[in-house]
């Protein structure tokens, strides 16, 4: 199934995206000269459904950055579970890694692999340091998605990736506890608090208070949202989305207001969303730093608790 340009379905845009496993890609572009550019990744990640933006990172020591650099276009390909030759070959240096490669051309002229996993064209919206790594943001203006099992990276082996089976949702047990470190709402408090600590210095630093920040996360997850529909999220965390906020928001360019009283549709403006992406860097920044020394099975089971959770104290 394919789709491309600027009408991209957000449900099928989440489907490519969730081919992705454990991050075995090949990012590929073309440099100043014409030369196409390609390397295995292993840092995707998706930034927003609306517009569909993607982001990955490459070590500054790479002697492929200066292409992606000045480049304005790149393909990210999700590899299929067969292509783990693919991806050795695009770890290597002092090779054409194109050779003999039957490759399509996409946008900007950028190289494309086939027989795939997912595949998304994107163009380059913003370039960030993050430490010894350049993060690149690309707007997604086209991608592919097949229906083949992608190719996994645990444990320092290639992997396949097997579905299973959904499990059924039983209802939470009664557990009684003390307010002490055993205690899961403390746990869980002290680990939230933890991860927010480098993205409230952020926003904190950009001008921003707490709700304005929940505000523009929201929003960056879906387009025209009514008062009501924002506040209704916010109310979760016991913010309210008033007035006095709204001005702060709109007369520093982060949003957009149309319409009048209840149907009144609050969007992102192009500065607002670069904020967004610049705040999202630094979650995602704070995430790594937190889950280093788990392994694939370790965050996967994590997750899925955690939704579980969730899902049983939804009020």
């Known amino acids: ?39 295995t990744a292993s840092s995707f990640n998706s930034v927003s459904l609306e517009p569909p933006m993607v982001l990955w990172s490459l070590t500054k020591t790479s002697g492929s950055l200066p292409a992606f650099m000045e480049g304005e276009y790149f393909a990210v390909h999700v590899l299929a579970a067969d292509q783990q030759s693919m991806s ?22 950028i190289p494309l692999l086939g027989d795939c996993s997912a595949r ?16 690149f943001v690309g707007e997604v203006i086209a991608f592919d998605h097949w229906a083949h099992p992608p190719l996994a990276f645990h444990g320092g082996k290639y992997a396949k990736v097997f579905p299973c089976a959904a499990a059924a949702v039983t209802e939470p047990e009664d557990v009684s506890s003390s307010f002490n470190k055993d205690y899961l709402g403390f746990l869980l408090g002290v680990a939230s608090m933890q991860l927010a600590v480098p993205v409230r210095s ?18 960056a997850a879906g387009k025209h949202r009514t008062l009501a529909q924002i506040n209704q999220i916010l109310s979760l965390g016991e913010h309210h989305f008033d007035d006095a906020e709204m ?19 609050f969007d992102l403006t192009a500065k607002g969303r670069e904020l967004t992406v610049k705040l999202f860097v630094q979650a995602k920044s704070a995430e790594q730093k937190a889950i280093e020394g788990l392994d694939w099975d370790d965050l996967a089971l994590l997750k899925g608790l955690l939704q579980k959770i969730i899902r049983n104290t939804r009020v």
Do not use: P
Request: hydrophobic share 40%; proline share 0%.
């Open 120 to 135: 998304f064209q994107c163009r380059t919206s913003y370039r960030y340091e993050g430490g010894d790594h350049i993060i």
């Open 1 to 39: 199934m394919s789709q491309s340009n600027v009408a991209i379905d957000s449900r099928q845009f989440r489907n490519a995206l969730g081919a992705f496993a454990t991050g075995v890609t090949i990012v590929t572009t073309q440099d100043a000269e014409g030369r196409d550019v390609g390397l």
């Open 202 to 219: 952020a926003w904190q630093a950009m001008g921003l208070s707490e709700c304005g920040y929940f505000v523009l996360s929201v929003l």
């Open 88 to 109: 050795d070959r695009f770890s290597k240096r002092g090779i054409d890694k194109f050779e003999g490669l039957a490759l399509e051309r996409g946008a900007g002229d």
């Open 247 to 265: 001005d702060r928001l709109v007369t520093a360019g982060w949003i957009t207001v149309e319409g009048e009283g209840v149907s009144r549709q």
